[in-house]
């Protein structure tokens, strides 16, 4: 399973568009990127999924450059209800399981 | 409401007890994942259930157990319960191999062990 690195944390203001960026060099041919957002005491809930270039859906954007060994989070015009903690996984399905890191801390301020 | 439903959602027992958390996945959904979440640990990853058969082991501790039954609910079982096994814990389910959707998680059961 890839190895993946994101920051820590991360601070941003309502309304400003948010980009968390996530390394994982040892990305493998058969691996998709998978995003998770969890809020406090609530299970992980999956944002968005992509394998190459770009993909966009009502929530996020996922941009994967042609090496794709980083991507990128991006959420338009985040609100307080985005502070989160927003995790960064790697893998293909056929491993039967997805290992989860530390995540970013997302806090939004007013 | 995910569609996975994990109970009981808090759970508070003495040390050296035994408890069961029951999760049912999603509607079609034929695998399951535990996960236990603590303060220091972060989410990590127990076991997988695929249409009843274990597919994969995390870090399980041997105390804890987990089973999928033909109607694919799955309960996991943990005894012999330390303080340290305080923690939420989590299920999710998926259409194994469908990368479409990736996994839906249930909002966890709280264990408290005093």
């Known amino acids: 399973l890839a190895k993946t690195t994101q920051p820590i944390s991360m601070d941003s203001y309502e309304g400003q568009e948010v980009n968390i960026t996530c390394s994982h060099n040892n990305i493998a041919t058969n691996d998709y990127i998978t995003w998770y957002q969890q809020f406090p005491s609530q299970g992980p809930r999956f944002i968005i999924q992509?394998?190459?270039t770009k993909v966009t859906n009502e929530v996020a954007s996922l941009f994967i450059p042609a090496d794709r060994k980083s991507s990128t989070l991006s959420l338009p015009r985040v609100s307080l209800s985005d502070t989160a903690v927003y995790y960064c996984?790697?893998?293909?399905?056929?491993?039967?399981?997805?290992?989860f890191g530390t995540g970013t801390r997302l806090q939004v301020f007013p | 409401d995910s569609g996975v439903t994990q109970t009981p959602k808090h759970l508070i027992t003495a040390t050296g007890q035994r408890v069961t958390l029951r999760c049912s996945p999603r509607s079609g959904d034929l695998s399951v994942y535990w996960y236990q979440q603590s303060l220091d640990q972060g989410l990590q990853f127990l076991i997988h259930?695929?249409?009843?058969?274990?597919?994969a082991k995390g870090n399980i501790l041997e105390r804890f157990s987990a089973q999928q039954f033909p109607d694919l609910h799955s309960e996991l079982n943990l005894s012999s319960l330390e303080l340290g096994d305080s923690a939420l814990y989590f299920c999710?389910?998926?259409?194994?191999?469908?990368?479409?959707?990736?996994?839906?998680f249930g909002s966890g059961t709280r264990l408290t062990v005093v």
């Open positions: 999710a389910s998926s259409v194994a191999r469908d990368r479409a959707y990736g996994y839906t």
């Open positions: 996984l790697v893998g293909d399905y056929n491993t039967d399981k997805l290992i």
């Open positions: 992509g394998y190459k």
């Open positions: 259930y695929y249409n009843g058969e274990e597919r």
